[in-house]
């Protein structure tokens, strides 16, 4: 076998490798358990120069970043719109803003209805940077975005911190670090693009078809925004011509076009996504990446910690990590930037990776068939968790 990715197993599915290959023999598909992976086309057109291992980020035991002078933040977007939008506080869409005024584009993650998928894309507006907003609990797909960078111009990219640690992996090869700024967040994990799949066609059942998805809404409260919103309406299914102003007063104003299923009330996406049930297998045992561990310049997430329990707007917490990072911020004028400490800022995010449960596997199979995902829920995963406590009995009487 060549000296290539073809060699790795259950790889994080970054996708920088495709863009790094000279000779383009990589391509990248979903695998049999809905994870995006690359697959070698032609060996014989290999060339051996190892460059897809170089920057594999899965392929290297240490992060490629510096976390030894770390600057903790809280912050969160003056404009009270952005701030509704988002997630969070609006800091990456902030960011994301800033540099795009100041002559970067930005990659993003926005959702394809065509497609019904996550992927990465280019923005050379702020406009066109706007369907970024917003987590999207799923794999991205960031060829078609990755390919489309030019090195040789300034760009923000975003992305999972594994991404991006390939990414900062591909850009230090090519001595390119001066044209980028590198925006991770605190990852959960990603879930199997089967049990995605699987919810959309269960919800499509429901409202026909699905032209816009947001997977946090705060209409019910940030500390409730588990939602899942499918829009029916007649609002255009391509993302360029939306007015995200309209997108949101429609959100709120005519419910009827909506779905919305909230976490609080039992919704199945996200008992599959916050259960751990079908993640990636390396976000179980090869995800190196908790808390300050971050190869990009700028780390973001939920600060739901105590301090700022009771705010209900949203608010990011924020880790600058380079130089480059902590000047981005100190120029952020149009964010409210409070100095924290580090322990503050990270309270609430997972200290460390979800641990596999022993249904994941059946899972996964049962993803392929025609069953519900309650039916899936209720006889594999209620059952495991019966016989996951049994095994924890019967060891502590050992």
């Given amino acids: 076998m060549k000296d290539n990715i073809s060699k790795l197993k259950d790889c994080y599915g970054c996708g ?47 992060v490629a970043g510096d976390a030894s002078d770390v600057k903790a933040f809280a912050a969160w977007s003056k404009d009270p719109l952005v701030r509704q939008w988002c997630s969070s506080g609006g800091v990456g869409f902030e960011v994301g803003r ?6 970067f584009e930005a990659v993003g993650v926005r959702f394809d209805p065509k497609k019904n998928r996550a992927e990465h894309f280019v923005a050379a507006s702020v406009e066109d940077f706007m369907p970024s907003v917003g987590s999207k609990y799923i794999p991205s797909y960031s060829v078609d975005g990755f390919n489309a960078i030019d090195r040789n111009k300034k760009y923000l990219v975003t992305g ?16 390119a670090e001066d044209n980028f700024v590198l925006l991770d967040f ?19 059942k429901k409202i026909g078809m699905i032209t816009f998805a947001s997977w ?28 995200w102003h309209d997108l949101y007063n429609l959100e709120i104003q005519e419910k009827k076009h909506i779905y919305t299923s909230r976490m609080s009330q039992g919704d199945l996406f996200y008992r599959f996504f916050l ?7 390396c976000c179980y045992l090869n995800c190196k990446y908790k808390m300050c561990a971050s190869a990009a310049d700028i780390r973001i997430g939920d600060l739901w910690g105590k301090k700022y329990a009771d705010d209900d707007k949203g608010v990011n917490s924020v880790l600058a990590f380079t130089e480059n990072g902590k000047r981005l911020l100190s120029g952020l004028s149009s964010c409210e930037i409070i ?4 322990e503050t800022a990270s309270e609430s995010q997972m200290r460390y990776n979800a641990s596999m449960p022993i249904t994941r596997k059946y899972v996964l199979v049962a993803l392929h068939y025609p069953m519900s995902l309650s039916t899936i829920y209720n006889s594999i995963i209620l059952a495991g968790r019966v016989v996951d406590k049994l095994l924890k009995i019967i060891k502590n009487k050992k």
């Fill in 16 to 62: 920088v490798c495709v863009k790094a290959c000279p000779v383009k023999i990589i391509s990248f598909k979903e695998n049999k358990d809905g994870f995006y992976t690359p697959f070698i086309e032609n060996q014989d057109k290999c060339v051996e120069c190892g460059l897809c291992l170089k920057v594999c980020a899965y392929n290297h035991d240490e």
């Fill in 98 to 103: 800033k540099l795009i005024n100041d002559g």
């Fill in 160 to 175: 999972t911190p594994c991404q991006i640690d390939s990414f900062r992996r591909y850009i230090r090869h090519f001595k």
């Fill in 186 to 204: 605190f990852c959960h994990g990603v879930p199997s693009l089967l049990l995605w799949d699987k919810y959309t066609a269960e919800v499509r």
């Fill in 216 to 243: 946090r809404n705060k209409t019910m409260g940030w500390h409730d925004s588990w939602s899942m919103n499918a829009d029916n309406s007649s609002q255009p299914d391509n993302s360029e011509t939306i007015d």
């Fill in 275 to 281: 259960g751990n049930y079908c993640l990636n297998k």
């Fill in 339 to 342: 100095p924290e400490s580090v």
